[in-house]
């Protein structure tokens, strides 16, 4: 699931050397953060957070198929 974040996020940045994907589990959870450049944070997020809410649904249906709980954290 990482992988396919990662491969987004280096599609709409502009420093894609600077993405970078951590994955941990979190008890009965996966969390995956993304971190990218300081100036490249608005793409990610995007106007009104819709780039991140799209990233977010495309990372829960990819847990249903593999059937675990899955989050997304970017920034900080």
């Known amino acids: 699931m990482g992988q396919v974040i990662e491969y987004l996020a280096k599609a709409l940045v502009d420093e894609p050397d600077q993405v970078k994907i951590t ?44 059937d675990v709980r899955v989050g997304l954290e970017i920034g900080d």
């Open 23 to 66: 994955e941990s589990d979190d008890g009965d959870r996966i969390v995956i953060r993304l971190d990218v450049a300081e100036g490249d944070w608005g793409k990610v997020i995007g106007k009104g957070g819709r780039i991140a809410s799209s990233m977010r649904s495309m990372m829960k249906v990819a847990a249903v198929k593999e």
